[in-house]
């Protein structure tokens, strides 16, 4: 069985960075894509940013584009989340996610697409 075990995360200013990794475990691992959502209090949970795994095209939601970089190291099945410039709308619990079927398309920003998720990371950001 496939699990997605999260690190980093915390407490950080406005303008601070913090890196964000999720490693898979388990049996041995194939994915089409990782996905990083997010769910701040009170709203629901939504894409930030997802990497094809077969060739790291990578997508964003508009509000991260430009601040945060999702990349993937295949050999080490991880994936991370590098986010700059961080805002206090940026508070949220973090989820990283595995779409490991198909169904259509390679990478989705639906949570519905993805199968396997990790435990979640709390992100706070302070003004």
């Known amino acids: 069985q496939v699990q997605l075990v999260q690190s980093g995360g915390g407490l950080v200013q406005t303008g601070d960075s913090l890196r964000l990794s999720c490693a898979a475990s388990?049996?041995?691992?194939?994915?089409?894509?990782m996905g990083w959502f997010r769910q701040g209090p009170g709203k629901e949970r939504e894409f930030v940013a997802a990497?094809?795994?077969?060739?790291?095209?990578?997508y964003y939601t508009a509000s991260v584009r430009g601040r945060f970089t999702i990349s993937r190291d295949n050999g080490k099945n991880t994936a991370f989340l590098q986010m700059n410039s961080l805002k206090p709308e940026d508070t949220a619990v973090y989820y990283c996610?595995?779409?490991?079927?198909?169904?259509?398309?390679?990478?989705?920003?639906?949570?519905?697409?993805?199968?396997?998720w990790g435990q979640g990371t709390q992100v706070t950001v302070s003004s």
């Open positions: 996610a595995a779409k490991t079927y198909y169904r259509g398309s390679y990478v989705s920003s639906e949570k519905g697409a993805y199968d396997v």
């Open positions: 388990g049996r041995t691992f194939s994915s089409h894509a």
């Open positions: 990497v094809k795994w077969s060739d790291g095209t990578t």
